[in-house]
């Protein structure tokens, strides 16, 4: 087959290049450009990175690859970055990860592999693609502390027929020996843990200087509406956050709420945070249709726990999920992933939560 691979510069998706060719594929290694720092230059930190594509390149020739980089700066400010910045001022807590897969990386790197003439399309995700009972399922990796499914769960049928993750069958320290035994140069490479247009400053730092207005003051209150202190804007402030509060009460206290139309932040014990449930807007479904069953366990963060639920779907499309027991993980703006068993069920993005 023909096989179209994304490659970042990192190892993973280096090695799920080495495993297409060594499977006998006709490889192309592709980098989507999706980022540029203020001004236009070469971002230092995150993806993108001048050093990134010159990784991905070398590993191509490497592997005897062609090998392109593709500009999709645009696509992805207005497509994620923008929308990023929105749910800040909002008051939610966004997944850029999960945005970028939704409406740019996959659409595009698809749409590229048919340009191309390429039967699939690789990339370098832990999570597993397979075929049973006449339609193509999204499985959790093999390796449950690497699992990226969670970021997965928007993809149909349409885009699994022509998905495969080579290194979702390996756990990460079998993917870093395959490099090594190779000769990668991205072998030892350490990872990125921070969002990919951020960069040093800081998600608050660049937040509040795409959007000034997301420096507005306001008040921090307790659960019981009085004025505990002060603060210089929403954006700086999440929903289940503790650190960095700018408040001393001699007990621990986290945010419970962010009310970003009148700069407010509530303040709340740990049980405060509890949910009983919550609802999920623009859900999709990897089957094409909801599951015969209503009982699933769901997922609200990308390394959190599933926990068991049951869920209805309301006449819009929606769903109101409850949860089996309370939960303290779900915040507006994150994605909520249904699993049965490692399977992916669907997913959708948290628009309130029922405490």
């Not at 001004?39 to 592997?63: H, K, M, N």
């Not at 209805?312 to 507006?332: E, I, M, N």
Request: glycine content about 12%; hydrophobic content about 35%; charged content about 25%.
């Amino acid at each position: 087959m023909r096989v179209l691979v994304a490659m970042s510069g990192g190892v993973d998706s280096s090695v799920a290049a080495a495993l297409m060719v060594a499977e006998g594929h006709d490889v192309t290694g592709v980098t989507l450009k999706l980022w540029h720092g203020p001004g236009g230059e070469a971002p230092v930190a995150g993806c993108c990175t001048v050093e990134d594509a010159e990784d991905a390149r070398r590993v191509a020739a490497r592997l005897d690859i062609p090998y392109y980089v593709l500009d999709h700066t645009g696509p992805f400010e207005t497509g994620v970055v923008d929308r990023f910045v929105s749910g800040y001022l909002g008051g939610t807590t966004p997944n850029p990860c999960v945005e970028c897969n939704r409406s740019v990386k996959f659409s595009t790197l698809l749409a590229q592999a048919r340009r191309l003439r390429c039967d699939l399309l690789a990339t370098g995700h832990y999570a597993q693609v397979d075929r049973s009972m006449g339609r193509w399922r999204l499985r959790r990796g093999v390796d449950r502390n690497k699992d990226q499914s969670y970021v997965l769960g928007m993809l149909g049928q349409d885009q699994l027929e022509r998905v495969r993750f080579p290194v979702g069958g390996l756990t990460k320290t079998e993917t870093r020996g395959e490099a090594s035994r190779l000769g990668l140069r991205t072998a030892a490479k350490p990872e990125s843990q921070d969002i990919c247009f951020v960069g040093r400053e800081g998600y608050r730092g660049f937040v509040r200087r795409r959007a000034p207005e997301a420096s507005r003051p306001g008040s921090i209150v307790d659960r019981d509406g009085r004025i505990v202190g002060h603060h210089d804007g929403v954006a700086g402030f999440t929903v289940g956050q503790r650190r960095g509060l700018g408040v001393a009460v001699g007990t621990p206290r986290y945010v419970t709420a962010v009310d970003a139309a009148s700069a407010t932040i509530t303040l709340g014990r740990r049980e405060d945070l509890l949910a009983e449930g919550m609802t999920v807007t623009g859900v999709t479904w990897v089957a094409g249709h909801p599951p015969s069953s209503n009982a699933a366990e769901v997922q609200t963060r990308a390394h959190g726990a599933p926990l068991p639920c049951r869920f209805t779907a309301t006449g819009d499309g929606d769903l109101v999920v409850r949860f089996a027991r309370p939960d303290a993980a779900a915040a507006p703006g994150q994605a909520a992933v249904l699993y049965d068993g490692d399977e992916v069920v669907g997913s959708g993005t948290i628009a309130g939560v029922e405490r």
